[in-house]
């Protein structure tokens, strides 16, 4: 399941920085999550970072438009950083 940054967004800039798979950039008003890089930091963390340091609640979600499973978000983890 990848995540998802709603209109909530302040700009405030944490997010992008703190992702480890480069999935967080500007887009025309608000900070967006590129759904293909989204592994929910699996393989880094043991919960989203982006969540972790957002200054304000439930400004990022999980996308219900683009729900994965565990095992799928492994496997996008080890394709992105060419892990066996």
Same mark, same amino acid.
């Given at each position: 399941?990848?995540?998802?940054?709603?209109?909530?967004?302040?700009?405030?800039?944490?997010?992008? /920085?703190? !992702?480890?798979?480069?999935?967080?950039?500007?887009?025309?008003? *608000?900070?967006?999550? &590129?759904?293909?890089?989204?592994? $929910?930091?699996?393989?880094?963390?043991?919960? /989203?970072? !982006?969540?972790?340091?957002?200054?304000?609640?439930?400004?990022? *979600?999980?996308?219900? &438009?683009?729900?994965?499973?565990? $095992?799928?978000?492994?496997?996008?983890?080890?394709?992105?950083?060419?892990?066996?």
């Amino acid at each position: 399941m990848a995540l998802l940054i709603t209109h909530k967004c302040i700009n405030c800039d944490m997010c992008e /920085p703190e !992702c480890p798979n480069q999935a967080i950039s500007m887009g025309n008003e *608000i900070y967006e999550i &590129d759904s293909d890089r989204c592994t $929910e930091c699996i393989g880094h963390y043991d919960k /989203p970072t !982006c969540q972790s340091v957002c200054p304000i609640d439930n400004t990022i *979600i999980i996308n219900p &438009d683009h729900k994965e499973t565990n $095992e799928a978000l492994w496997d996008k983890f080890v394709v992105l950083h060419h892990t066996v």
